[in-house]
């Protein structure tokens, strides 16, 4: 029984000398990457169709931070709302010779294209307004003529604007309508 013992003994120091010296070996050396320097550009190049390409340096980019400056706006800004076109201001002319000789169909609809053309102007929604009182349909007069206002740029127009509001809340008998329309005209 010694000698199987005896014999295990060379074979394992044997196994550990070998495992610590392939530990300790020095690893093979690693290549070292090199870098390619850039390609020097020619002072020109010629191109077989004859053209001459002259290379330019570039700078590098710098990146800087921006300043924003927002301009002032006016409050009282004045818009192209496109009234000043002839076809407008024929339709428009349509629009209140059928009011005055109240032809309430023919003024609704030169109204409603002069709105197309001009879809800023507060004129049409006005007229559209003060038809929509006389076929008696007062919540429309009244969304009509609030969209005018939003376009409404003088006092005036305001004013009729206003008046039409008035009207259109005194027919659905909506205080609240009638007391912001009064109290709208009183500081006009």
Same mark, same amino acid.
């Given at each position: 029984?010694?000698? @199987?013992? =005896?014999?295990?003994?060379?074979?394992?120091?044997?196994?550990?000398?070998?495992?610590?010296?392939?530990?300790?070996?020095?690893?093979?050396?690693?290549p070292e990457k090199k870098v390619r320097p850039l390609p020097e550009k020619p002072a020109e190049i010629?191109?077989?169709?004859?053209?001459?390409?002259?290379?330019?340096?570039?700078?590098?980019?710098?990146?800087?931070? !921006?300043?924003?400056?927002?301009?002032?706006?006016? &409050?009282? $800004?004045?818009?192209?709302?496109?009234?000043? #076109?002839?076809?407008?201001? %024929? #339709?428009?002319?349509?629009?209140?010779? =059928?009011?005055?000789?109240?032809? +309430? &169909?023919?003024?609704?609809?030169? =109204? #409603?294209h002069a709105q197309r053309l001009a879809p800023q102007s507060p004129e049409p929604f006005l007229y !559209? =307004?003060?038809?929509?009182?006389?076929? %008696? $349909?007062?919540?429309?007069?009244?969304?009509?003529? @609030?969209?005018? #206002? &939003?376009?409404? %740029?003088?006092?005036?127009?305001?004013?009729?604007? +206003?008046? &039409?509001? !008035?009207?259109?809340?005194?027919?659905?008998?909506?205080?609240?309508?009638?007391?912001?329309?009064?109290?709208a005209l009183k500081s006009l």
């Amino acid at each position: 029984m010694l000698k @199987k013992v =005896a014999c295990i003994k060379p074979v394992f120091v044997l196994g550990c000398l070998l495992l610590a010296g392939c530990q300790s070996l020095p690893s093979p050396e690693q290549p070292e990457k090199k870098v390619r320097p850039l390609p020097e550009k020619p002072a020109e190049i010629h191109t077989p169709s004859g053209v001459v390409i002259k290379p330019y340096d570039q700078e590098e980019i710098i990146r800087k931070q !921006l300043k924003v400056v927002v301009p002032e706006q006016k &409050s009282s $800004q004045k818009f192209d709302d496109g009234h000043n #076109l002839p076809a407008f201001r %024929q #339709l428009m002319q349509q629009a209140n010779t =059928a009011y005055a000789k109240e032809q +309430w &169909s023919a003024a609704e609809t030169a =109204a #409603l294209h002069a709105q197309r053309l001009a879809p800023q102007s507060p004129e049409p929604f006005l007229y !559209l =307004a003060m038809i929509a009182n006389r076929k %008696q $349909q007062p919540a429309n007069a009244e969304s009509l003529a @609030k969209r005018g #206002l &939003s376009y409404a %740029q003088t006092d005036a127009m305001k004013k009729q604007l +206003w008046l &039409s509001i !008035l009207k259109a809340g005194q027919m659905q008998k909506k205080t609240a309508t009638i007391l912001q329309a009064q109290t709208a005209l009183k500081s006009l």
